[in-house]
Nanobody, 124 residues
């Protein structure tokens, strides 16, 4: 049974940092494209970042580029997103997801497995 468990969310002031973790079981993150998405109240789930199988390919939404960094620790079977210079508009529930293969990695519909989400709240 595949499980993705996010952690690391919380309340932070604007300009602060958080690191979210996604611990996987039942699959090897090195064999999947791992993505981070977020969903704010009343809004659709949106793409944040993904990291491809090799780890060399990483892609970010324009809204987080230069502030967020996605990474992966294969030994710990965990994916991270380091979030710096946080803004109030980054407030959302953040989800980790995994897909075995597709080209449209920014589309949440192509992901096979999802975590339960972790809340990030950025105060002004």
């Amino acid at each position: 049974q595949v499980q993705l468990v996010e952690s690391g969310g919380g309340l932070v002031q604007a300009g602060g940092s958080l690191r979210l973790s996604c611990a996987a079981s039942g699959l090897a993150v090195s064999n999947y494209v791992m993505g981070w998405f977020r969903q704010a109240p009343g809004k659709e789930r949106e793409f944040v970042a993904f990291i491809a199988w090799s780890g060399d390919t990483r892609y970010y939404a324009n809204s987080v580029k230069g502030r967020f960094t996605i990474s992966r620790d294969n030994a710990k079977n965990t994916v991270y997103v380091q979030m710096n210079s946080l803004k109030p508009e980054d407030t959302a529930v953040y989800y980790c997801a995994a897909t075995g293969g597709s080209r449209r990695f920014i589309d949440p519909g192509v992901y096979d497995y999802w975590g339960q989400g972790t809340q990030v709240t950025v105060s002004p």
